[in-house]
Structure formats: structure tokens, C-alpha cells
């Protein structure tokens, strides 16, 4: 790949990451909301799984799935994985933007480290833009996207669509 192509590239990279930048500061501050057809929780290993039509609600964030694993750490989430064909998330960067919305085999939200790793064909969108391949991880605070491919000559590559700006 030529310099002006990899360049190019990551100028969209990094302005589509820009956008995908930071939630509403609220919305770690609301209370999580869950619906869903049927609960387990293990009190010892701190472990909740939802199955069935999952819901889960914190402000703008949703995460809908078949499944979903709730981990606590000191009666804190600390992390959210969610199973689904596909499992989805989205949430409103901010009060100006377009809400970004993720979807994958799996989600794995890292909530203290604010990251989300999502794979098996893993695509985000935010208005009519679109980044996907085999394995993206969001790294919201950072404002980082990276996409992976998979494995050998048959993976799926990473693939962006990028709109024109409306004048």
C-alpha cells in the first residue's frame, strides 16, 4: 500500500474515531437497567447471566443480546460480556452527534478501562458511516479504534465507508 493510501486511511480512521469519542458524561452516572427472560446470579464469583432477549440500559448506552455475563468487583461492574447473532451496543458520543451503534458475535465492555472489543464480524456505525473486519476494539476516553482481520487468505479484511461531508 502506497503512503498517500495508509495516510489517507488513517486521517479517516482517526476522524471517524473522533467522532465515536465520548458518551454523555451522564451516562455513567444513571442507574443500569436489565430486562431479559431469565437471570442466574452466583453471589460468590460476583457473575450475573441474563438469557433471553437482553436489555440493558444506562443512559444513551443499550446493549442488546441472547446472552449476557455481568461481572462485579466490590459491587461495581466492572465488565460486560454479551453473546448474540449478533449481540449489539450504541450509544450518543455526545449531545451533538449521531448515536454509534456496534454490532459482533461478542461484546466485551471493559468498564473501568472504557473498551469495547467486539469480534466475529464486528462492524460500527455512526450515521451512514461504517468500519468493520473480524475484530474492532473502541477505546473511548483514548478516542482509538483499531480493526483487525481474520485469520489467513479466506479472513474477512477490514473494510471502512466514509460519506462525503454535505455542503
Known sequence: MSNLKQLSLLAC??????????????????????????????ENSGIT????????????????????????????????????????????????QAITDAFGQRLEYQVDQQTITITGNARVEQDKNQFSGER????????????YSGEGNSGQRVQMIIQPKAK
Not at 433471553?52 to 461492574?77: C, E, R
Not at 476494539?137 to 483499531?146: C, D, F, G, I, T
Open 49 to 96: 447471566t441474563y438469557t433471553g432477549n437482553v436489555l440493558i440500559t444506562q443512559g444513551t448506552m443499550k446493549i442488546k443480546a441472547a446472552k449476557v455475563n455481568l461481572y462485579q468487583k466490590n459491587n461495581d461492574v466492572n465488565r460486560i460480556v454479551a453473546t448474540g447473532s449478533p449481540a449489539s451496543f450504541s450509544q450518543q458520543a455526545s449531545a451533538n
Open 13 to 42: 480512521t482517526c476522524l471517524f474515531a473522533a467522532q465515536l469519542a465520548f458518551a454523555l458524561p451522564d451516562d455513567r452516572k444513571k442507574p443500569i437497567h436489565i430486562a431479559a427472560n431469565s437471570a442466574q446470579i452466583d
Open 136 to 147: 474492532i476494539v473502541y477505546q473511548m476516553e483514548k478516542s482509538l479504534v483499531n480493526a
